[in-house]
């Protein structure tokens, strides 16, 4: 699901939660070399605001070359329309897609009248994102997310992704090493951890919950029941919200189409 100076945000934050003056910034960098210089001066930018788990947790974490030459590449995402819906099993998820939702009609019904979402987008979503189920990502999510907010490219995203990991971690919502994919996406249909904050529906390793946890997130982007989501319709703007890649956004749309549609 598929972004964002966290300096003077961040400080600030610290210094009204702690009662103190702020501390400097941990500092970004572009290479394994300085990432245990920053991870304690992230912990020390942070103290006050996570607790000794999460503090164990960020110690333990290790730099993520996979992560990096991940967040360097996303090369499908610079397919035309065809071949990025072709690379990704298409036509699969759809047939799979249609049988899931005859199968587990009930759930979905569920789902609609409580969030006003058809089962096609959820079902596209979690066809696309993990083959429904079948590979939710091999990598340790929050070293992921630590070397994503270090890297200097997009550090100020992924600084809001670590302090939310961090939180889950502390609050025991989330396993220190809980798996996941390359940029520390965890579940059926890959949430970031702000994201399980804010649109978690229990727990996301969970078929139902993950796609309630969806259907949440669109609802709260401002999906309305009943109205289109193709592009140009009213319910797009949810999509397109949840990733901000328009070939994968079009994709999505298309596939729901098709199963809502059959």
Sequence with gaps: MKKFSIAGATMLAFATFAGAAPAQAARCGSGAGGFEAWKR?????????????????????NYNSA????????KSFHLSLEAFMQKRGASAIVAKGRQLKHSQAALFQSIESRYGVPPGPLLAIWGMETGFGAVH???????????????????????????????????????????????????????????????????????????????NFLH???????????????????????????????????????????
């Design 41 to 61: 001066e992230f912990v020390e930018e942070a103290r006050g605001r996570i607790g000794a788990a999460g503090v164990d947790a960020l110690m333990n974490t």
């Design 137 to 215: 990502g091999n990598q340790h999510a929050l070293s992921a997310v630590a070397t994503l907010a270090y890297d200097c490219r997009r550090s100020e995203y992924f600084t809001d992704q670590l302090y939310a990991a961090l939180e889950l971690i502390d609050h025991g919502r989330l396993s220190p090493s809980a798996r996941g994919s390359m940029h520390g996406e965890i579940g059926q249909t890959q949430f970031l951890p702000k994201n399980i904050l804010q649109y978690g529906v229990g727990n996301l390793d969970n078929a139902s919950a993950a796609l309630m946890s969806t259907a």
């Design 220 to 262: 709260a982007h401002g999906w309305q029941a009943g109205a289109g989501y193709q592009p140009g319709e009213p319910n797009f703007a949810a999509i397109q919200a949840w990733n901000a890649a328009s070939v994968y956004e079009r994709a999505i749309a298309i596939i729901g189409r098709q199963i809502d549609g059959e």
């Design 67 to 74: 992560t990096i030459g991940a967040d360097r590449g996303q």
